[in-house]
T-cell receptor, first 113, second 115 residues
Framework: EAGVTQSPTHLIKTRGQQATLRCSPI?????VYWYQQALGLGLQFLLW???????NRGNFPPRFSGRQFPNYSSELNVNALELEDSALYLC????????????FGSGTQLSVL | AQSVTQLGSHVSVSEGALVLLRCNYS??????LFWYVQYPNQGLQLLLK??????LVKGINGFEAEFKKSETSFHLTKPSAHMSDAAEYFC?????????????FGKGTTLSVSS
């Protein structure tokens, strides 16, 4: 069974550009979570999608947004990139109703120059 | 607000020594608590979770954690460290509001194991 897959593995952008990160959950999982892992800050919760809807949002500005598609895959979009957006972005998925056990992908390393 | 604090960003032990990674939580309600491990260049993997069924929780790879309400702690231990245990470990608490539930993670503790 395939795990959570994220693409691209690495992404290099410059300030002001937009970044799009993609995530495919484990088959059968309907919930997708996005976390930011910045150096020295640990993992910070960004967004939670379930059944195509945004269910919860962390303390991030509106330029961080996303969506979930009918096949439960998800995109994270970061607009007007800033240097401090450089981080590892992790996607996780879970079974319906059991959002406390998360399965994580390997992440997308976003570098903003 | 619910949160977790991991004490010590780096812990170094010798192979065969006891591993102790500290986590304290802050929660106004009985929490669900988790430990995740992140090996180099990999995503996070659930080690164990506490859901109030038992205060001593056994996880994978010989790890266990004890929930102590009086100390608001959920420290992770392993009696004998292996080289393969070298990784980053995250404590997390489940946070629920009217919109739903998410995990809030600590800043992580990097475990180094020397031979």
């Amino acid at each position: 069974e395939a795990g959570v897959t994220q693409s691209p593995t690495h992404l290099i952008k410059t300030r002001g550009q937009q970044a799009t990160l993609r995530c495919s959950p484990i088959s059968g999982h309907t919930s997708v979570y996005w976390y930011q892992q910045a150096l020295g800050l640990g993992l910070q919760f960004l967004l939670w999608y379930d059944e195509g809807e945004e269910r919860n949002r962390g303390n991030f500005p509106p330029r961080f947004s996303g969506r979930q598609f009918p096949n439960y895959s998800s995109e994270l979009n970061v607009n007007a990139l800033e240097l401090e957006d450089s981080a590892l972005y992790l996607c996780a998925s879970s079974w319906p109703g059991t959002d406390e056990k998360l399965f994580f992908g390997s992440g997308t390393q976003l570098s903003v120059l | 607000a619910q949160s977790v604090t991991q004490l010590g960003s780096h812990v170094s032990v010798s192979e065969g020594a006891l591993v102790l990674l500290r986590c304290n939580y802050s929660s106004s309600v009985p929490p669900y608590l988790f430990w995740y491990v992140q090996y180099p260049n990999q995503g996070l993997q659930l080690l164990l979770k506490y859901t109030s069924a038992a205060t001593l929780v056994k996880g994978i790879n010989g790890f266990e954690a004890e929930f102590k309400k009086s100390e608001t702690s959920f420290h992770l231990t392993k009696p004998s460290a292996h080289m393969s245990d070298a990784a980053e470990y995250f404590c997390a608490v489940s946070v629920t509001n009217q919109a739903g539930t998410a995990l809030i993670f600590g800043k992580g503790t990097t475990l180094s194991v020397s031979s």
